[in-house]
């Protein structure tokens, strides 16, 4: 007969095992994450050096054509940043919705830890009751080897 303890074990390692699942995910939404923020600095960066910089022509004048060409150059690399900025945002959200999702999966897995822990105290308590029984009750037997 299989004790509670070895059932729940059983029990609690599939839902150990999905949470080791979850970890992987919040590591893999993390990594991404991480990834995203890099090339939003980096875009950044970008930016403000390119903006720094001051278009010049021929004599240190530039022309109308080459100041708007300038011009829409930065508002597409503030356009990159925005979106760039966006694709962070719902890492974040992914990031923390992964977490919220691990955090009660671990909750769930330690409630049943310590469901199997107490189930195993429980059998070992009765376990060593049982021994303990037997050994009281060894003296009041007659003894069946004092005879031969």
Not at 62 to 73: E, H, K, L, R
Not at 77 to 101: F, T
Request: net charge positive; glycine share 4%; no cysteine.
């Amino acid at each position: 007969m299989k004790k509670r303890s070895d059932r729940i074990q059983r029990v609690q390692d599939i839902a150990e095992n999905e949470e080791r699942g979850y970890s992987r995910a919040l590591g893999e939404a993390q990594r991404q994450l991480d990834e995203q923020q890099k090339r939003l600095q980096e875009l950044r960066q970008y930016r403000s050096e390119y903006a720094s910089r001051q278009p010049r022509g021929k004599g240190g004048a530039i022309s109308s054509v080459q100041w708007a060409d300038y011009q829409n150059f930065l508002r597409r690399l503030d356009d990159a940043v925005h979106a760039q900025a966006q694709l962070v945002a719902d890492g974040k959200r992914n990031r923390d919705a992964h977490r919220q999702r691990w955090m009660k999966k671990r909750q769930k897995t330690e409630s049943l830890q310590r469901v199997v822990d107490r189930y195993r105290s429980d059998e070992l308590r009765a376990d060593e009751r049982a021994e303990q029984k037997i050994q009281d009750d060894l003296p009041l037997q007659p003894n069946q080897f004092a005879r031969r």
